[in-house]
């Protein structure tokens, strides 16, 4: 690309014949560096704007990888706390399940206990009436006999 020195170092070899006016073309090209030097000024900030907005959105582009990295390990930590809480649930619900058996099978074997007991006092109390029957009746049977 052309700088606006180069044009205004460029030199013309003369024509000896049908030549150009030297100071029309000196002054068109006087013109034309001075359009050119504002173009060429205008494409440098161009440039360096372009440039510091490149490197803005290499900045963007970089914290939108990592935040996308931080949301997939968000989210990969989110899912393996789930799992870990169902785990946690379903031990919790096992040991649970296996207590209330257990608590249960405590439960029908004092009721069957509690069944034997009342069975072996009524056995009892059956035995008892019998022999306080039988006493009593011995008695009568003495004082019945002192009697006649």
């Known amino acids: 690309m052309l700088t606006p020195i180069d044009i205004d170092n460029k030199v013309f070899k003369k024509a000896k014949i049908g030549g150009y006016d030297i100071k029309d073309v000196e002054d068109f090209l006087v013109l034309v560096m001075s359009d050119y030097e504002k173009l060429y000024r205008e494409n440098n900030d161009m440039r360096g704007k372009i440039q510091a907005l490149q490197e803005t959105v290499d900045n963007y582009s970089s914290l939108e990888t990592g935040i996308d990295k931080t949301v997939e390990n968000a989210q990969s930590e989110a899912d393996n706390i789930k799992l870990e809480a169902q785990k946690q649930a379903e031990s919790i619900k096992s040991t649970a399940e296996l207590d209330a058996k257990q608590r249960l099978e405590d439960l029908q074997r004092q009721i ?22 039988s006493m009593l009746e011995a008695q009568l049977k003495i004082l019945n006999d002192e009697e006649e």
């Open 112 to 133: 069957i206990k509690a069944e034997v007991d009342i069975e072996t006092k009524k056995n009892q109390m059956r035995i008892y009436k019998i022999k306080v029957q």
